[in-house]
């Protein structure tokens, strides 16, 4: 669940990023009932199948399985500012009726990392942030200027690893402000989009 909105007096409007059709919007009707079995399913981060049918202008959803909430996320500002800009960033590269395979794998991965306390959020950030690009096409092979044989190697780490595999190393201070260096350049060269919640992050982590 990428994103979750009020509709109407009991309903939730839902932006899912599916495998097999990409972004969808979906209805959960009367999810906002107390007790009713669809309002856990329709907190954002829900990771899951969802069982959904298809109506005129939207999709409903029926039922589903969470395989993980992602709780953790809820208990750490930071954690979740981090991870709600995840969820921003793949809702701006998804795209309806295209697989959204890899995307979901990279945002699955990379919100188990903001749960893992040895992976430091701003290097899960930057990886999540290098990824997606190469996920939609929008990198280069190298970094946008030269920089130190540890970075180069961690940029392309980065771009050649499945999703599975990306959370497996860290950076030394020094290598890691370089390689926030050329991951911004790309991202502010490559994605002329402003994200609302890396504002908010921007303003936290200072």
Request: overall charge negative.
């Amino acid at each position: 669940v990428l994103i979750s909105a009020p509709s109407g007096d009991y309903d939730r409007r839902l932006v899912l990023l599916t495998r097999e059709r990409g972004r969808i919007t979906a209805f959960a009707h009367g999810a906002r009932k107390p007790g009713n079995p669809l309002m856990a399913s329709s907190r954002p981060f829900s990771f899951g199948t969802f069982t959904l049918y298809e109506g005129r202008s939207a999709y409903n959803l029926q039922s589903s399985q969470i395989a993980n909430y992602f709780d953790g996320l809820s208990l750490d500002m930071e954690c979740t500012c981090y991870g709600s800009y995840f969820l921003e960033v793949a809702d701006y590269f998804s795209q309806e009726n295209m697989d959204g395979t890899e995307l979901l794998k990279l945002l699955y991965q990379s919100l188990r990392a903001l749960l893992n306390p040895s992976i430091p959020n701003r290097l899960a950030r930057r990886v999540f942030e290098l990824k997606s690009m190469v996920i939609n096409g929008e990198y280069t092979e190298e970094p946008p200027r030269p920089v130190s044989e540890s970075c180069s190697y961690a940029w392309e780490y980065v771009v050649c690893s499945p999703s599975e595999s990306l959370y497996k190393f860290i950076l030394k201070d020094d290598v890691m402000r370089e390689f926030e260096s050329v991951v911004e350049a790309s991202r502010r060269y490559y994605v002329r989009h402003e994200f609302k919640s890396l504002e908010i992050l921007d303003v936290l982590t200072g």
